[in-house]
């Protein structure tokens, strides 16, 4: 498996990133896979600067449900505007957290980040996988989510809900990993000042969607280290947003690029030849800006 990196970092062993190769303009039309609807003549991520969200009446949480991971523990918090949100915490002690965020298909929801969050917990790290607002996992059996998935302009509330729970349980630093819709609502987060991330991995994001859309000062303000992924034929030109969000970012930052058609965590699927290094580079990335 190829990876076209730049921002430091190597290549597949005994060859050299060859040079990157400039990519089409146009963004595809239909960007369901990232529950995105209709691009452009969206409201800027910066349109609420340094919000953290109007606070809801607060529900009861909504309870776990019956299965799940037995690895892993389930656990409820709280989006910064209320809603409970339902997820699964990963690793033990009191070391750094990653927080993931799920793409936005029907089918997807906190479990298409297990291999990767049990992954990054042999890493000694703490690992929160939730479900966005409106989402349950196992067919609606357990970890469902309060609230409703019909504005996902406000899912980066999730986001910041969720790196709060990972703060108070005693985290020094926190990463954030998002995909698809998850990598925008992570951004959202932190170019508002809602989150400030030791590091965030932006995996298939997809600029200039209904729900988010991001602007040259709006990256210049994201915090940590960056490092921004996507396949070199994914399905919604998600490439050419990874390689617009690497040049309006601030260092450090990193892009990679991978050979494949995939979107977002279908790049981990053990099923594909991407899986086992991004998973790999996905670890050594963090070990800078998480590590002591």
């Known amino acids: 498996m190829h990876i076209l990196l730049r921002g430091g970092g190597t290549a597949t062993p005994g060859r050299r990133p060859r040079a990157l190769s400039s990519v089409g303009l146009l963004i595809a039309a239909a960007l369901a896979a990232c529950g995105s609807g209709e691009p452009a003549k969206a409201p800027r991520a910066s349109s609420t600067p340094a919000s953290t969200g109007a606070a809801a009446t607060p529900g009861p949480l909504p309870p776990a449900g019956h299965g799940g991971p037995r690895d ?6 709280r989006a910064t505007d209320g809603v409970g949100l339902r997820g699964r915490w990963f690793g033990s002690g009191r070391g750094p957290a990653v927080v993931l965020a799920h793409m936005g298909n029907l089918e997807n929801n906190e479990a298409d980040w297990y291999g990767l ?3 990054l917990a042999r890493e000694g790290y703490r690992v929160l996988a939730y479900n966005r607002r409106g989402i349950c996992s196992g067919d609606g059996a357990y970890d469902c989510s309060a609230g409703v998935d019909d504005d996902r302009s406000q899912s980066w509330q999730d986001v910041a809900g969720a790196v709060r729970f990972a703060t108070a349980r005693g985290a020094p630093r926190v990463a954030v990993i998002g995909s ?9 987060a932190a170019v508002r000042g809602a ?40 399905p919604f030109a998600a490439e050419r947003t990874a390689r617009e969000w690497y040049g309006w970012a601030e260092e450090p930052k990193r892009l990679a690029i991978l050979h494949s058609p995939r979107h977002g965590t279908d790049l981990l699927a053990d099923t594909q030849p991407t899986s086992r290094p991004l998973t790999a580079l996905i670890v050594r990335f963090l070990r800078g800006p998480l590590g002591d």
Do not use: C, M, T, W
């Not at 698809?180 to 959202?188: E, F």
């Not at 000062?217 to 915090?223: C, K, V």
């Open 180 to 188: 698809s819709i998850g990598a925008s609502s992570a951004l959202s």
């Open 72 to 77: 892993a523990r389930a656990v409820a918090f």
């Open 195 to 234: 989150i400030e991330p030791a590091a965030i991995v932006l995996l298939a994001g997809v600029n200039y969607q209904a729900a988010f859309s991001f602007h040259r000062e709006d990256l210049a303000r994201a915090p940590g280290a960056k490092l921004f992924v996507s396949g070199d034929h994914d």
């Open 117 to 119: 969050a049990r992954r």
